[in-house]
Every structure is written in structure tokens, then in C-alpha cells.
């Protein structure tokens, strides 16, 4: 890769990508939902949106399904070992970050993401033709230092492991409850995912996000466990983490939509500070 126009790891702009038009490795893959694929995609892009593929069991045997699933879906993409896989929305949203992350934890060295999405695609042309591509044979090689489950997480709670809630502050202190249960993982250090993207839709630089995640408390020599509620938004902080040199995030697949529907879980219920009122 061209480094000068390769950001930050997983990262490629535009001008990256107007330089790579004719690799016959380059894969494109449109993430957005169907309806807006259809309006218009980049020439040449097939297409996936992941957020029909919910998977709330981190347990042995549903992360054996997770993997099958997943060499279906890039088989089904063509994917091949050697290839640069782009994944792209309309900004560095949750469904390519989703996808980036999935790619990268099944094993493929390939994964990429056009930061910024179309919003910064510099003016590319749209078009709503399709190009047929070929089936591959996906074999998923799980990265088990990518990912984590409950079992791990509930063991080492208050151990050598940091836990990233990256939801909504309304679902972190529980004034939106998207499960049975309302609260945050025991000891979860918070911020919502959306700050780790700059105005225009980009990544934030690599040394900004660093210091941020430094001011939060986070430790780059440790583990962090992002989570959200269905792994999507704690996708996007695991490449955000990474971007920023925290290279031991593993992502919580299941996320609260595992936690806060298993009783057996210990939960906290974080809430705000209220304003002190004036004597």
C-alpha cells in the first residue's frame, strides 16, 4: 500500500482509492441498506449490510455458529485470501466498522475501511449497475485476541481488564432499555461511540483519539473489552482503539443485548451527577 495515502491501520481515502481502481485484488463492498445501494453505489462495489446478522451468544457454541456464518457471508462476497477488502457507508459508521472488524477477526490480513465513507469520497460517481463476481471458498481463522465473550469477561472483572461501554448515555445510565434489564457491565468505563469520529465523518486523527482515550482512563497496556448493545458500535471503537495504538482491544460480540438478557450477569446502574444547586 502506498503509505502516504493510507491513514492510520484499516484506514484508505479516497485518493487511495482513485490510486487503486484497477488492482484486480481490490474488493469493494457496500454496507449500507439495501435501498440506498440500489439508489447508487460505487462502480464496481457488492454489497452486505450486516445489521440483519445479529449474534447475542458468546458462548462456545454460539461462537461456533458466529464463525460459520461468517465464512458463508464472505464466501458469498468472493473473497479471496489475497485481496484488499474496502468496506464503506456514508461516513466511518457501525456497518463497516462491523464488517472490517468481522474480516479481521475471521483471519483476513485485508481489511480496510474508506474513511469518511462517501462523504468524503471526493465527488467519486455513483452508479446503480451491479457486476456479477465469483463465489470463493472463505476459511475462517477466528482471532481469538480480537474477540471476547461473557464467560472471560464476568472471570476477570476487576482484574487486568478494562470494560469500554461505548452506548448511548441514555442506555448507559438506563433511561433506555433495550434489554431485560437496564445498567452497564460492573466497573465499565463510558463514552458513546460517536465521539470517535471528527464533524465531517472521519476518524479522528490517531494522536487525538489516543489522548482522549488516555483522559478516560484507558491503558493501552491492557486489555479493553469495548461493548455496546449488539457489537456494532463497540466495532467501530475497536478500530477507533486500534487506530490509536491500543492494540490489545478484543470486542464483545455479544454486547448487552447478551448481558442485559442473561440474569445469571452481574450488572451496576450507573447514574448522572446532578448539578449542585447555588446556595
Same mark, same amino acid.
Given at each position: 500500500m502506498a503509505a502516504e495515502h493510507q491513514t492510520a491501520e484499516f484506514l484508505v481515502d479516497a485518493h487511495w482509492l482513485g490510486e487503486h481502481r484497477g488492482d484486480p485484488n481490490l474488493i469493494l463492498v457496500d454496507t449500507r441498506p439495501p435501498a440506498d445501494f440500489?439508489?447508487? @453505489?460505487?462502480? &464496481? /462495489? %457488492? @454489497?452486505? !449490510?450486516?445489521?440483519?446478522?445479529? @449474534?447475542? !451468544?458468546? &458462548? *462456545?457454541? #454460539?461462537?461456533?455458529?458466529?464463525?460459520?456464518?461468517? &465464512?458463508?457471508?464472505f464466501s458469498a462476497l468472493g473473497i479471496a485470501p489475497n485481496a484488499t477488502v474496502v468496506f464503506y457507508e456514508n461516513?466511518? &459508521?457501525?456497518r463497516a466498522t462491523r464488517l472490517a472488524w468481522m474480516l479481521a477477526y475471521a483471519g483476513h490480513r485485508g481489511a480496510r475501511i474508506l474513511d469518511g465513507g462517501l462523504k468524503c469520497a471526493a465527488g467519486a460517481p455513483l452508479v446503480t449497475a451491479v457486476k456479477p463476481h465469483a463465489y470463493a471458498s472463505f476459511t475462517v481463522a477466528p482471532q481469538a485476541r480480537a474477540i471476547i465473550g461473557h464467560p472471560e469477561i464476568v472471570n476477570r472483572i476487576g482484574g487486568a481488564i478494562q470494560i469500554f461501554d461505548v452506548r448511548s448515555d441514555e442506555e448507559y445510565f438506563g433511561e433506555r432499555v433495550r434489554a431485560k434489564r437496564a445498567g452497564a457491565v460492573p466497573g465499565a468505563i463510558h463514552r458513546d461511540w460517536t465521539h470517535n469520529l471528527a464533524p465531517d465523518g472521519r476518524f479522528k486523527p490517531a494522536a487525538?483519539? %489516543?489522548?482522549?482515550? /488516555? /483522559?478516560?482512563?484507558?491503558?493501552?497496556?491492557?486489555?479493553?473489552a469495548?461493548?455496546?448493545?449488539? #457489537?456494532? %458500535?463497540s466495532a467501530n471503537a475497536w478500530i477507533a482503539l486500534r487506530i490509536a495504538g491500543f492494540e490489545q482491544a478484543r470486542n464483545y460480540l455479544g454486547s448487552w443485548g447478551e448481558w442485559g438478557n442473561r440474569p445469571e450477569l452481574p450488572? *451496576?446502574?450507573?447514574? %448522572?451527577?446532578? /448539578?449542585?444547586?447555588? *446556595?
Amino acid at each position: 500500500m502506498a503509505a502516504e495515502h493510507q491513514t492510520a491501520e484499516f484506514l484508505v481515502d479516497a485518493h487511495w482509492l482513485g490510486e487503486h481502481r484497477g488492482d484486480p485484488n481490490l474488493i469493494l463492498v457496500d454496507t449500507r441498506p439495501p435501498a440506498d445501494f440500489w439508489a447508487g @453505489h460505487l462502480e &464496481g /462495489a %457488492r @454489497h452486505f !449490510d450486516p445489521f440483519p446478522f445479529h @449474534h447475542s !451468544d458468546t &458462548g *462456545e457454541t #454460539g461462537l461456533r455458529e458466529f464463525n460459520g456464518q461468517l &465464512g458463508w457471508i464472505f464466501s458469498a462476497l468472493g473473497i479471496a485470501p489475497n485481496a484488499t477488502v474496502v468496506f464503506y457507508e456514508n461516513d466511518s &459508521g457501525m456497518r463497516a466498522t462491523r464488517l472490517a472488524w468481522m474480516l479481521a477477526y475471521a483471519g483476513h490480513r485485508g481489511a480496510r475501511i474508506l474513511d469518511g465513507g462517501l462523504k468524503c469520497a471526493a465527488g467519486a460517481p455513483l452508479v446503480t449497475a451491479v457486476k456479477p463476481h465469483a463465489y470463493a471458498s472463505f476459511t475462517v481463522a477466528p482471532q481469538a485476541r480480537a474477540i471476547i465473550g461473557h464467560p472471560e469477561i464476568v472471570n476477570r472483572i476487576g482484574g487486568a481488564i478494562q470494560i469500554f461501554d461505548v452506548r448511548s448515555d441514555e442506555e448507559y445510565f438506563g433511561e433506555r432499555v433495550r434489554a431485560k434489564r437496564a445498567g452497564a457491565v460492573p466497573g465499565a468505563i463510558h463514552r458513546d461511540w460517536t465521539h470517535n469520529l471528527a464533524p465531517d465523518g472521519r476518524f479522528k486523527p490517531a494522536a487525538q483519539l %489516543r489522548a482522549e482515550f /488516555a /483522559a478516560l482512563g484507558l491503558r493501552p497496556e491492557l486489555e479493553i473489552a469495548p461493548y455496546c448493545q449488539g #457489537g456494532y %458500535r463497540s466495532a467501530n471503537a475497536w478500530i477507533a482503539l486500534r487506530i490509536a495504538g491500543f492494540e490489545q482491544a478484543r470486542n464483545y460480540l455479544g454486547s448487552w443485548g447478551e448481558w442485559g438478557n442473561r440474569p445469571e450477569l452481574p450488572i *451496576e446502574f450507573p447514574r %448522572r451527577k446532578r /448539578a449542585r444547586r447555588a *446556595e
